[in-house]
């Protein structure tokens, strides 16, 4: 595996990310772009799930775009609570969909926070294959048009976790039109610390059974 330093820009606004690869030359592969948990409680593209995925897939055979929202780190701007964040969503996106060593197969995933911005633009599912919510707040799932979409989608968390009600969230998933796969991960609250490791083959799973079952993959030109 290896790793680039990127840097993308959106809205006159420069921001930072960190693209991993198998190093193995047998692309292009897929591409996933995480979207880190809430920036005033510490979260950014190095956060323990986002590193865990991002290094995790990346080792199963996926190009990962990991990146820091405006304000985060070093990229610019400043926290809209996730009015204007899926611009630089839509940024990364592109990025990944134009990197050398990608096909045309490419997943969003998010975590916390990164759930909530997702789950709040639809603008951005017609952008990817299959979106991965890790630990998506329940309002966030209740309130948005992900519902209407038939976009693969999974969701995890874990049944310790006081942020997010499991029991809330699964009885939601009859209320979309293409109904997600629900894991729900037992002794492992929000902050999966410690647990990362049983995340990352679920998420790969899902997102191979997408990229190689449901869909072609033709190489770019």
């Known amino acids: 595996m290896r790793q680039s330093a990127v840097s993308f820009e959106t809205e006159g606004l420069t921001f930072e990310g960190v693209v991993a690869q198998p190093d ?20 950014n593209m190095d956060n323990n799930v986002v590193i865990a995925l991002a290094l995790g897939l990346a080792q199963d055979g996926f190009v990962t775009l990991r990146f820091n929202f405006r304000g985060v780190g070093g990229s610019q701007g400043s926290h ?9 969503i839509l940024a990364a996106l592109a990025l990944i969909k134009e990197w050398p060593d990608t096909n045309v197969n490419i997943g969003l995933a998010g975590y916390s926070f990164g759930t909530s911005v997702i789950l709040g633009h639809s603008e951005l599912y017609s952008e990817v294959k299959a979106i991965a919510l ?3 707040p329940f309002r966030a799932v209740e309130g948005t048009a992900l519902k209407e979409s038939q976009i693969p989608v999974l969701i995890t968390t874990g049944d ?15 209320s979309f039109l293409n109904a ?3 894991k729900l991960f037992d002794g492992v609250d929000h902050f999966w610390y410690g647990q990362e490791a049983r995340l990352v083959p679920e998420v790969g799973r899902f997102f191979s059974a997408v990229s190689y079952t449901h869909l072609t993959l ?4």
């Open 24 to 43: 193995d030359g047998s692309g292009p592969w897929p591409g996933v772009v995480i979207c880190h948990p809430h920036p005033l409680h510490g979260g």
């Open 218 to 221: 033709p190489t770019k030109a």
């Open 80 to 88: 809209t609570k996730g009015e204007s964040e899926s611009e630089e």
């Open 180 to 182: 997600p796969e629900f």
């Open 160 to 174: 310790r976790d006081r942020l997010v009600d499991s029991t809330q969230l699964y009885s939601e998933l009859a």
């Open 134 to 136: 890790v630990s998506p």
